[in-house]
């Protein structure tokens, strides 16, 4: 059967949503006929069947279930304490969200490079850039492996929080330990093309802290500390029912999906060990990766990344703009030069088309074509 079906000609996606909803479709059809029938689509028992089955996942004591993972970091540093006059350390080399729930939490961003090798948070500058006014540093597990939180000891030490933005990590481990571990909180976003997603936003926040959870949960639901007794003003940021079901769902199948997407990262590995043009993605010693994105580092990025596209292989760049030189960060006065690794990264990198469907088939062809482009 290898080699000879038409997928080889078709687009390769950079993830195949369809093919995940296929393995969970009858029983996400039943349990949403179960809840047409009992109308409750907020919160209620699917929700909290969820967040049990994910705090066990992640080994925590409560998790949360909120309206995204951007809610989920906000409210989550909220409930650690976290805002107007504090300092929160956040890399540069992450997603917009990482930042904008730092300001919407009404602290101060203090931008902080990558290192080089896994492109993650550079956590020696972290320590660097703590002043009196850090509040927490917000690592943030990015691409499926998580940062070296044991590193952050010393900023713990000082009574910095670590609130963990865990949305590219689910099933990720570093010393056997999920995110959450080492910080008060971890943030998650079960946003569709996350390794865990639902469908449509949703997030939850995991922790060991009662407290934490408690106050995460109160901020969520309106401040409210009972029906109708509001103790704070809130938010309306909650685990929709049908979303629970879903997740709950896929849940149930992400350890499988996870090990499929290591074997396809194993053989890009394979496919592209011979090229020296193109620099693999690293797995940092202790960590389980789980692949959220497969980033390799190319000269010339944008011409092979155009070429992929115009041959219907789904690449993406994941980021192309550092936090720093962001418009909407431009209030922080940085400028070009100022987090050399992450700039020169975002100039590189490429994220391949990696999910658990890909098939070998794909992968060659997605392998074929940058050598086509590399010459
Ligand atoms: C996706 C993502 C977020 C935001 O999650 P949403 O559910 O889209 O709000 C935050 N941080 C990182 C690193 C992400 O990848």
């Known amino acids: 059967m290898a080699g000879k079906r038409p997928s080889s000609h078709t687009n390769v ?43 066990r996942f992640t080994g925590m004591a409560y998790c949360v279930g909120v ?8 409210l989550a540093l909220r409930a650690a304490g976290i805002g107007s006059g504090d300092e929160v350390l956040v890399p540069v080399n992450t997603f917009h969200a990482t930042a904008a729930a730092v300001v919407r939490a009404g602290a101060t961003p203090v931008f902080v490079d990558c290192e080089p090798d896994y492109l993650l948070l550079d956590v020696t500058q972290a320590q660097e850039r703590a002043g009196p006014r850090t509040g927490a540093v917000l690592p943030v597990h990015l691409y499926g492996q998580m940062v070296a939180l044991e590193q952050l000891a010393s900023l713990a030490g000082r009574g910095v929080q670590i609130v963990e933005d865990a949305a590219q990590a689910h099933g990720a481990t570093r010393f056997g330990q999920a995110p959450g571990s080492v910080g008060c909180a971890a943030a998650w976003s079960f946003y569709p093309g996350k390794n865990l997603g639902a469908y449509g936003d949703a997030g939850a ?3 060991r802290d009662a407290g934490l959870a408690a106050k995460t949960r109160r901020l969520g639901n309106y401040g409210a500390v009972a029906r109708d007794d509001h103790a704070t003003v809130g938010f309306n940021s909650r685990l929709d029912t049908l979303q629970a079901v879903v997740l709950a769902a896929k849940l149930a199948r992400i350890t499988v999906w996870n090990e ?21 993605p690293k797995c940092m010693p202790g960590n389980e990766h789980v692949y959220h994105q497969y980033v390799v580092r190319v000269p010339e990025r944008d011409r092979i990344l155009n070429s992929l596209r115009g041959q219907a292989i789904q690449a993406a760049v994941h980021y192309p703009n550092p936090l720093h030189l962001q418009e909407a960060f431009g209030w922080l006065g940085h400028g070009p030069g100022d987090f050399p690794v992450a700039e020169q990264a975002a100039r590189e990198i490429l994220s391949l088309p990696l999910f658990p469907h890909i098939t070998r088939e794909q992968q060659e062809r997605v392998h074929r074509a940058m050598m086509d482009v590399l010459g």
């Open 13 to 55: 996606p950079q993830v195949d949503l369809a093919a995940m909803h296929a393995e969970i479709a009858s029983g996400v059809r039943a349990a949403f006929e179960t809840i047409f029938v009992h109308g409750g689509y907020v919160n209620g028992d699917e929700v909290t069947a969820f967040e049990q089955a994910f705090a």
């Open 67 to 74: 309206a995204s993972g951007t809610d989920a970091v906000e």
């Open 205 to 207: 926040v995991v922790t």
């Open 260 to 280: 499929k997407r290591r074997q396809a990262a194993a053989v890009y590995d394979i496919l592209f060990s011979g090229c020296s043009e193109v620099v693999l």
